[in-house]
């Protein structure tokens, strides 16, 4: 799951706000692209979606309690360990500064309803029931993303993972599983236009793509379509259709090889899945 969403957020980052004709251009899955608006995302490196996704893969995989505490301290020290491009502009001048995850609780504002507590929630999804995703996604929302929007869109991330990791029904049937389930409803609404950063607008965009897919290519393809925020669409949708037996398997070779072989690259993120796995396993 892992390395899959990672691929989604490294693609989608070469179209992150860029032109709808440079989209409709280079949308086709033959490599990573340069993004013509952010000239510090390079091809086939991941952002800030992927590297917080690590931090709660990690939280999740160790023993003891998920705390806001654990959650905090595996943000600050993914950075420092291997800092990036892309967060939000205050939170990436904000990150260098502390020293662990005491600092970060102590001095951020938790008022944001964008999309960063979504994009980082998949990994929840993978806990067995829906009263636990739901609770332990709530617990790493709210140390940035305190808001009810900001809570919601991480909740529907996650709980797209979890629907399609236990086969809960039909793929099709993701939006109004999750019109039973949350505040707003209106998941099952297709989302269509651009993606601006609103945590809901992503985590929408995601359910509509995932709902129509059959393969994670096409999957792919559809998330950068919409425009606008469309490397964390693509983070959310892939890691849920990376877990749907629905869904066929086949993210180009092209995609997989090119994606970043550092330290915290493709082989960390295939490990950090079989520990994830694992640890889940016997939860």
Aim: net charge negative; hydrophobic share 45%.
């Amino acid at each position: 799951m892992l390395v899959e969403l990672a691929v989604g957020d490294a693609y989608g980052a070469g179209f992150e706000y860029a032109d709808p004709g440079f989209v409709l251009a280079h949308n086709t899955l033959r490599g990573y692209v340069g993004n013509p608006v952010h000239p510090d995302l390079l091809p086939g490196r991941y952002t800030d979606d992927t590297q917080m996704s690590i931090a709660v893969a990690e939280v999740l995989a160790s023993d003891g309690p998920w705390t806001a505490a654990r959650f905090a301290d595996a943000f600050v020290r993914a950075f420092h360990r291997d800092p990036r491009a892309g967060y939000a502009r205050g939170f990436q001048a904000l990150l260098p500064q502390l020293p662990d995850g005491a600092a970060l609780l102590d001095r951020i504002r938790p008022d944001s309803d964008k999309s960063g507590a979504a994009m980082r929630a998949a990994p929840v999804g993978l806990l067995p029931s829906v009263d636990e995703v739901l609770r332990t996604t709530a617990v790493q929302a709210r140390i940035t993303h305190d808001t009810p929007d900001g809570v919601e869109a991480a909740r529907a991330a996650a709980l797209a993972v979890h629907y399609c990791h236990f086969a809960l029904g039909p793929v099709a049937e993701v939006g109004r599983w999750l019109d039973g389930l949350l505040p707003s409803g209106d998941w099952a609404t297709p989302w269509s236009g651009p993606v601006g950063s609103k945590g809901l607008m992503s985590a929408r965009a995601a359910v509509t793509a995932l709902a129509s897919a059959t393969s994670m290519s096409g999957l792919l393809r559809t998330c950068v379509a919409f425009t606008g925020d469309v490397d964390t669409v693509a983070t959310i949708a892939l890691a849920a259709g990376s877990r749907s037996a629905e869904v066929a398997q086949d993210l180009p070779r092209v995609l997989l090889d090119g994606l970043e072989r550092g330290p915290y690259g493709h082989d960390h993120l295939a490990d950090l899945d079989t520990r994830l796995f694992a640890a889940l396993s016997v939860h």
